[in-house]
């Protein structure tokens, strides 16, 4: 099966039968197990560490602390490092959670009960708690630095005078929406495993960016890039908390240097929300103003989020305000406000997850204030070029995305007033949905063999998105190969250099380096067969002239030029492809949810999702992902917070016992994703865009208008809980 066809995951029977590996199932010989013990205030100096009782625990081999790690060669700051401080590196204290010592176990019940008996002296500092900004007084909080956070972005953006036209537009809204932290809640807790050989570092972890790893532990230790070996097969779930060095790979490799023995760390639930990023709390202030028939005037954005005492994370909630809707001027900024809490970091969706929650919103409440249907707002306002800069869209058929969405969901059917199905009152909302688009150079290499089987070779990550299917269905396409054929070895710096497996950019980049490998390994093989490349097909093992029929045998081809192997290497450059072109993926989410106002509960019903993204690669995967998009989004919606316990300064609940997330009972069978028929072929060889994130968007701003549709009530903190349905 080629490009465009419903291949079943390859990896499917791997992962559900147990037999992947992953990296907390590796062994090394003679390896030590660790267990970081870690800070139970938020702020404050280590004065002393009395590691005796814990050394006395049968099966600890050594506890190292601060006094026993040697200084970073290197300034730590920006990527791939995830902050700009490194623990164990000096006595400070910036958050509760941050490993002070590390116990090394011959088992990982010696070092657990290791880590138990460490006895550690604070002093204890002043520490700053978060509290929720006042827009009254939110002036007092510094707009980072130009060319900050994670994507680089900049912090304000204006055109024309939004304030003044806003106040003056005919119909306008102005209002705050906020949201709680929320962690990523992986499958598989982060692990890592460290080995040294002399001075050269091999580390299998489980990460989204090898080729990240690499660059940094290089750095840290001071040696070449060429020294460091990191191994990632399998990566259990990320969703952007493992797109970055965060400290237990940094530590994992130093412990293993001073013991000169591999250590391997598996955090557990409780470390992953101690000491590893999420996202922080995010509130924002959006306006929107508009004549009497809805034509935009202006928009404001200006949005809050949370951020450690060390380092400026900055969640560009704005970029969807920026981008989206035809509006002659805008005003937009983001600000961080600095706590003593953990770095935050990228989560599914970032960006435009958080922001449009609330202008989806916002635009939902000047349809009703305008006594317009929400879709013909958003349809009144349609952006035919990029509204920030005036250039072209690479593509898009977000028009098509709405009108076929509706239909599938019949949305032009639904009723002005909600209706009742027993104790429950039933509402429908609606929300556009809208992601960047992000490429990464990366490379790959393809060898085919004489029996027709190949492989590919790529430094890409397994993240469980569909890469293990994807890619060899992409080569197929080309090499007329069944995909089960064609092997794929990836997660490993020594294969070649790929980008990272976040941003919804895998497919984009590092298949259209697939792509262009495979097309060259074709090429070759029709020089070798006397024909000319642009003419030539393959199919089944054979190649021949397109339209043509007859055909050679790959066995007879390569046998006849003594060649036992043909390789192709692809290389993808996005400098090359779409310059010019604004590039963004689109979408449009319609929602029917369930209200119960006696008992506060909220449950969703139906979703539709119409989708603008390009050429899909794989209708079957490709609808995965926005499925698992649009649970994402009613998680946010509906049930998902990090609670943060002020007095002690630390999340209040570390495990899932106190964190409700989606199951499957929480979502309905009937959930419709469409594909509008499209091909971008600005955006690289494949004419397809990233849809990993996309489906998450809206989805929250299109639950609580649903919401609205059925009570009245308009929620603008989220999750939607009872205690905001009831009566």
Known sequence: MGIGEPLARIDGPLK?????????????????????????????????????????????????????????KTAIAGPPFAHSFLPLQDEEIRHEGQPIAIVLGETLEAAAAGAEKVNVSIAPAIARIPVAPLWSNVDRIALPPKNTGYFYLEPEFAKGEADRTLALATQHVEAVYSQPPRHHNPMEPSAVLAQWEGDALTLYASTQHVYALRMGLAALFGIPSERVRVISKHTGGAF???????????????????????????????????????QPRIVQKVGVGSDDKGVLAAITHHVVNLTTVTDDFIEFATEASKSLYATPSMLLSQRAERAHVAMP?????????????????????????????????????????EPSTGAPWSSKKLREAYEEGARLFGWRERAGSPRRDGDWIIGQGMASCFMGTFRFPSRARIVLRRDATAVIETGTQDIGTGIPTIFPQIASDVLGLAASRIELRLGDTELPEAGPTYGSSSTMGVGAAVLAAAQEVRDRLARLANLPPDEATMLDGRIGRIGATETQSVGEVMQRAGETEIAGLGIF???????????????????????????GLLRLRRAVGSYSVGRIVNPRTARSQLLGGIVWGWGMAAMEQSAFEPTLGRFLSKNLAGVAIPVNADIPSEITVHFVDEIDEKAGPIGGKGIGELGATGVAAAVANAVFHATGKRIRDLPITPDKLIG
């Open 16 to 72: 559900v039968t147990g037999s992947a590996s992953y990296t907390a199932d590796l062994r090394a010989p003679n390896m030590l197990h660790a267990v970081f013990v870690t800070a139970p205030l938020p702020a404050g100096k280590v004065i002393a560490i009395d590691s005796s009782d814990a050394l006395a625990e049968p099966g600890v081999f050594s506890v190292l602390t601060h006094h026993d790690m040697p200084q970073s």
């Open 240 to 278: 952007g908390v493992k797109g970055l060095l965060w400290p237990q790979e940094a530590l994992a490799a130093l412990a293993a240097k001073i013991v000169q023995r591999p250590v391997r760390v598996v955090l557990s639930r409780a470390d992953m929300y101690s000491f590893l990023g999420y």
């Open 345 to 385: 970091t990228a989560m599914r969706a970032p960006g435009e997850g958080p922001g449009m929650w609330a202008l989806e919103s916002a635009m939902d409440e000047l349809a009703v204030k305008l006594g317009i249907d929400p879709l013909d707002l958003r349809l009144i306002n349609y952006a035919e070029t």
């Open 573 to 599: 450059d996005p400098t090359q492809h779409g310059t010019g072109y604004a590039m963004r993926t689109f979408g449009a989410v319609f929602v029917e949810v369930g209200v119960d106002p006696a008992l």
